[in-house]
């Protein structure tokens, strides 16, 4: 569905469905639905298409680094966040440093959940204290009234 129509939203595709969007939201994060749906874009986008904008993607990159590269070697000084943004672009490039889990990351591993019914209060009471009384106690400190004055 998001294929033939990759203009739907979230939650139109919860709708059709019959899932919050929440849970659509989540499946279409997961890695295995990343990596299902670049499969299905691969047979179906043109490669040659695909290969052009590849390409000019790497001129664009390549003229980038080439305009960094003369601005930081320039007579003009440039300013500290430009250093440190053109050092953290060309760190990432290289691979360096920590990773973005969403972005580039390694693979994430789904965990699925069965979280049972909220129970009641008397249920959770009779459940967790092994016959110990359900009446509510009043641990607050108590403190001494004050002396008398004499």
Known sequence: M?????????????????????WV??????DAFQAA????????????????????????????????IEKLSG????????ILKSAELAKDALGYG?????GNGGPQVAVIVNVPAKATQDEWVARYTRGASSE???VAPTVPPPAEPK
């Open 37 to 68: 749906l670049a499969c299905r874009k691969e047979e179906i986008i043109n490669p040659a298409l695909r290969a052009t904008v590849e390409a000019r993607f790497k001129a664009i990159a390549q003229l980038s680094l080439d305009r960094m």
């Open 25 to 30: 939201s989540t499946m279409i994060n997961s």
């Open 98 to 102: 920590a990773r973005n889990v969403q």
């Open 136 to 138: 509510v106690v009043d």
């Open 75 to 82: 007579p003009i000084a440039p300013t500290d966040a430009f």
């Open 2 to 22: 998001m294929v033939a129509e990759p203009k739907l939203d979230q939650n139109t595709i919860a709708r059709h469905f019959g899932y919050s969007a929440a």
